[in-house]
């Protein structure tokens, strides 16, 4: 993990703070002393919100994949509603 920053020193150094997410990764801010956000770079972000799989993937290798389920569509008209 990369550097702590007190907030004032944060806001004071917002550009340098900037330049370090990025080039070393998260920065934690504290307030108050205690820690309260981290500033990471988009591509730090991006990876971390990946998904691991495709959709596609995920629903081949699910345990459901190879249960034959049978799906029957009720074929009596639909009732009439009101409107």
């Known amino acids: 993990m990369g550097k702590i920053w007190q907030l004032q020193e944060a806001k004071n150094k917002f550009s340098s703070l900037v330049e370090q997410a990025e080039k070393e990764g998260p920065q934690i801010v504290t307030?108050?002393?205690?820690?309260?956000?981290?500033?990471?770079?988009?591509?730090?972000?991006?990876?971390?919100?990946?998904?691991?799989?495709?959709?596609?993937n995920f629903f081949k290798n699910s345990p459901l994949a190879k249960?034959?389920?049978?799906?029957?569509?009720?074929?009596?008209?639909?009732?009439?509603?009101?409107?």
């Open 67 to 83: 249960i034959s389920i049978k799906i029957q569509r009720d074929k009596s008209f639909s009732r009439d509603v009101e409107i």
């Open 31 to 56: 307030k108050h002393g205690k820690q309260s956000v981290i500033v990471l770079s988009v591509s730090d972000y991006q990876k971390m919100i990946k998904p691991k799989t495709s959709l596609v």
